[in-house]
């Protein structure tokens, strides 16, 4: 079983970046696709983005292409979502999940799919 930590969340200004970290440890990170969510208050948790195993492929929340990126560096058994303009709507706490395999439909991150979660970090977007 993977421990998962994130890191990174904090305050910031609409438009503003953050760059959340996902660390593993209990097992190489290479066998697991990662996905990004986030819960905002009063809301139910949401898929962010996904990404491979090998990092050869990501896929996206509508509200989020073009702003957000999920990359990893498994070397580090670390995953990466960088937030770029912010706005206050993505104000929530955000988790970092694996799934052994490919999670499918892979556009659609499905929650049910990733098996091992972390404690999540919260991001707020306010002036």
């Known amino acids: 079983q993977l421990h998962i930590v994130e890191s990174g969340g904090g305050l910031v200004q609409p438009g503003g970046s953050l760059r959340l970290s996902c660390t593993a440890s209990g097992g190489p990170l290479n066998y697991f696709a990662m996905g990004w969510f986030r819960q905002a208050p009063g809301k139910e948790r949401e898929g962010v983005g996904c990404i491979t195993n090998t990092g050869s492929t990501t896929s996206y929340v509508d509200a989020v292409k073009g702003r957000f990126t999920i990359s990893r560096d498994n070397a580090k058994n670390t995953v990466y979502l960088q937030m770029n303009s912010l706005e206050p709507e993505d104000t929530a706490t955000y988790y970092c999940?694996?799934?052994?395999?490919?999670?499918?439909?892979?556009?659609?991150?499905?929650?049910?799919?990733?098996?091992?979660w972390g404690q999540g970090t919260q991001v707020t977007v306010s002036e």
């Open positions: 999940a694996a799934a052994r395999g490919t999670p499918l439909p892979f556009s659609a991150c499905p929650e049910e799919q990733f098996g091992s």
